[in-house]
């Protein structure tokens, strides 16, 4: 059996208009995901464009000063169709959840969204790192652009520096969350100019990550958009980690569990097993 699927996004994600929760559910049935949680963005980082163009499926608004912000969470829209997958997938465990982008800057409404959609999964992530236009530098405040824009300020190395900065505060903080989203974010968006990633340049700051996030309590990701580094896992257990989830990130059904095997092995190969039910965490051997 396939571990649980833990980050999965639906209709009701601002980035994901291929979603269908009901076609995701049918889909889990049909390959053997025992259970699966929809885990839609809450966003409430603005990014800055600088004339850099949006995809089209983007649901949101760029407003007087060109920063882009997702659409809003529709909850109860949400849950009411949660509950009618849960009627017609009666096999199927399905969990609500929310993806939340950087929440520990976001206290007050983050506690809010939690508060009023009893979500089950909350995932923690890193989408954003300061912008470094001096446009941005000259507002006064600390302003944000998307981790892949990035690339166009930084040196790649220092953009994966900085995500891995944040992520660890993020880790230190009290914001609510049980799991670390994707810890590897920006190599999705790695320059292949920049050549293969250099791991011995990274490792300080990726076990600085891993170690907040252990001491936190709090469980790693192991997100199949990209294949995770097995140095990574193996690094997590070292920091103490104690547990995994498995999540596909998948924005449309046929994505729902992608590269779930070889990640089970990875897992096993690094000193975590399968709990004791499908719909537990990974834990150490
Ligand atoms: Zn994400
Ligand atoms: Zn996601």
Redesign the pocket.
Known sequence: MLPADG?V?SQF?WDAPAGDMRATCARAVEVGVPALAF?E?VDLTRWNLHGQPLPERYSGHVDDHGAFLGDALQVEAYLEEVERCREAFPGLRIWSGL?LSEPHWHPDPVAELVRATCAERL?G?VHALPDLHPDAAASGRVEHVETGHGYDQRHPVDVVRAYLTEVAALAASDAPFAVL??IDYPLRTWPASAGPIPWEALEDDVRTALSALATSGRALELNTRLPLEGRVLRWWHEAGGDAVAF?S?A?HPEALAHGFRDAAALAEACGFRPGATPFELWGRA
């Open positions: 980050h996004h994600s885990t963005h993806e995932v992530s989203a994707h999540g990130d924005h």
